[in-house]
């Protein structure tokens, strides 16, 4: 049962692609990948692709200016909850430093 010094074929199982593997050492020696399909079959399918993606793309930006409007009253808000929790908070004083523990 001897095997062969020659390197074999595969079919990549993840891409499609071919792989050449060399037995002695196990290792993967070339790479022809797998052909690309073609992302539409016709021109009116990517032109239908085109709309619905700048229709997304018109939503997002649209969500984004409304964040932007709001980030005024969010960051106030957020701000008085930080100095309420401060205040209440109230600790000794100043915060300890490493020299003061000697």
Do not use: Y
């Not at 990517?46 to 005024?72: C, G, M, P």
């Amino acid at each position: 049962m001897g095997l062969s010094d020659q390197p074999f074929e595969i079919t990549c199982p993840d891409c499609g692609g071919m792989l050449k593997i060399d037995p002695v050492t196990r290792g993967v020696i070339a790479h022809t990948p797998a052909p690309r399909k073609k992302t539409f079959e016709d021109f009116g399918d990517a032109a239908k692709a085109l709309k619905e993606s700048d229709a997304r793309r018109d939503s997002i930006f649209a969500q984004s200016i409304e964040a932007q409007k709001n980030k005024d009253d969010i960051m106030a808000r957020k701000f008085e909850e930080a100095v309420k929790k401060a205040k209440e908070s109230k600790d000794s004083g100043k915060p300890m430093r490493d020299f003061d523990f000697d």
